[in-house]
Structure formats: C-alpha cells, structure tokens
C-alpha cells in the first residue's frame, strides 16, 4: 500500500485547536478514480496504517479484503506513534516533540482526521467500514457520526462504550508507565521504556485466555523447578514494541482515548446512538475474549438495526481477530 499524508486544523472534543496535525494514511493505489469499492480498515492500539503490515491474512492481492479489486484506505490514529500528529511528533515551537505536552484526544477526535481523509480523497460512499479492538471503537463511532456515508460494516470484537473491565485495564496500563522515573522527565522518546515493557506486557494477559497461555507457553520439562516460559514471553512481547519504536507518551495517549470512548455521549445514550447507524452491520465477537464478551456484544448488537451477528471460537481470547483469519474471512466474503 501506499503512504501518504496531509494536515488540518482539528478542533479537539475536548476543547483547543489542534493546528496544523499532521494525518498519515495508506491507500491501496495511486488514486480514487470513483468508481472501485471503497473498504476503509480503521486500526487497533499498536498497529499503523499499512494492514499489509499487521494484518497480511486478511489484507493483499487475492486476500479478503483485496488491494487490487478495492480502493483500501486505512488512517494512522491521532496519538499514534506512526506518523499521525501525535507525542511523537516533532514540534518547531518546542524544538523537540511533543511528548506529555501533547493534548488529550479522543475517538471522535480520531474520526474527525479520517473525514479529513475522505474528503481529501474525495470519497462520498464507503462501500465497507471495519474495525476490530480499539479499531472497532473508530468504526462504531463513524458509522454513527456520518451513517449516510457507508453501505456495510463490520465491528469484530469491539464495542460501543469502554467497559469498567478495560479501563481497569487501561488505568494498570498507565501506572505502570508513571512508576517509571524516566516518563516524567519527559527528555525524549526513550523515556519510560521500562514502564511501556511492563504495560505492554499487562495488556497481552488482557489480550490472550488462559487456555491460549496454556497450548503456547507450557513448561515442557516436567520436572522444571521455577516456570518461566511465560514469564520469558512477556519480557519480549514488552521489549518488542519498543523495538518497533513505538514511545510510552504515544502509548499513555492512547490509554487516555480509550477512556473517552462512548458512542452514546450527547446523543441520547447507547441505544440510541447505535439506532442511527443505516448500514448494513456485522457484528463479530470471540468466545473467548475476556475485554469484549460475547454477552456483551450480543446485547448491543441487537440494538443496531437487521445487525448480523457472528460469534467465532478461538483458544487465544481477543487476539483471535488477529489470529483466526479463515473464520473472519468466511464471514466476511458472505
């Protein structure tokens, strides 16, 4: 896919001018000439605008959502520490970037920088919306906002409002982050990397099942005195999002959208925010997942009008929307 980006002047949700952000995205050919199906993909937590990248099974020549029959569009989140205006983003005024000076953004803030995109673009009709995780959250929230614009959508393992479950979550997070020294000083990108090995690793509990620990990190020395297999994989799933140069202020950032996430907010509550929605809409949740239950998403599944929904086994909890790409790949070529 191809990189590309522009700027606006976003007006923050919860309040101040945002001048001048900076709004990375990736498209699947040079130009829209009007006429391909459009599929925009909005991204999860750690992710970037090239699903190429992050999700290979599921987007490509050939794959469910392919490059070369669509016009695919995915949009670097605000916050993000991939190219969207964010604490990494290098500011003139402050000769340095942004870091905790950055201000607080929220999903709606989010999707205020793809309408910029779309626009840009000049794209009146998505044919398919989708999004999983916090991806899904950017979705539910467009497809609310401007319901006119799109002819089906999909939200896998996601929901319309965070839960005290994941903001519980988010909030471990963000103290493992501050108990680091160096994420206050503030004196660069490498600071709080030691709290962003440790939040990262929080997160993967939260993102796998105990049954997924269990079939991939199971001591296979029966007689093995202290288990640590585990524990070994946590250690390098933290340092390898610090590898891929992902910084603890993108990361706190993002926490902090997470927590404003509520499709219902000023528009009369939940239901009735999801009552606006005119597309066609799946809605996908994992047996497993512990952040997004089944229970949950079938409840407000059902508060989307003629909403499909799809429930998928998978051993490795909310991370299936990664993993178990031929079961999302027979739902969504229905």
Known sequence: MIRQECTADLALEAGGILSGARIVYHVSSAEYDGKQ??????????ANSDPEDWWP????????????????????????????????????????????????????DMISASIVVR????????????????GGFQAMEWAVTEPEVFGHCFFIATAPRISPYLSACVEAQRMALEADPTFREASGLSGGEAGLRCARAQALISYRSFEG?????????????????????????????????????SYYTLCNALDSHNVGRFRGGVAAALGRIRARTTVVSIDS??????????????????????????????????LETAKLTAIIMK
């Not at 199906?37 to 750690?46: P, S």
């Not at 993000?80 to 607080?104: H, I, M, N, Q, V």
């Not at 673009?121 to 916090?134: A, E, N, P, T």
């Not at 929904?309 to 929307?321: A, L, M, N, T």
Request: charged share 25%; with cysteine; glycine share 10%.
């Open 57 to 108: 099974e599921m987007v490509g020549l050939g794959k469910a959502i392919d490059t070369r029959r669509n016009f695919v569009v995915c949009v670097n989140m605000l916050g993000s520490a991939y190219g969207s205006e964010g604490p990494a983003t290098f500011r003139a005024e402050l000769s340095r970037p942004w870091l905790l000076d950055f201000p607080k953004v929220t999903v709606r």
């Open 213 to 249: 620990y269990g079939l991939t990190q199971y001591e296979e020395d029966a007689d093995t005195l202290f288990a640590g297999r585990a524990a070994s994989y946590e250690r390098y799933q933290g340092e390898k999002l610090v590898r891929r140069g992902f910084d603890a202020y």
């Open 289 to 322: 997942d512990c952040i997004f239950p089944p229970s949950e998403s079938s409840a407000w599944a059902s508060m989307i009008p003629g909403a499909e929904y799809y429930e998928i086994s998978s051993r490795f909890g909310h991370d299936g929307f990664l």
């Open 119 to 134: 626009k840009r673009l000049g794209i009146k009709h998505v044919d398919m919306l989708i999004g999983s995780s916090i």
């Open 37 to 46: 199906n459009v599929v925009w993909i909005c991204h999860a937590l750690t």
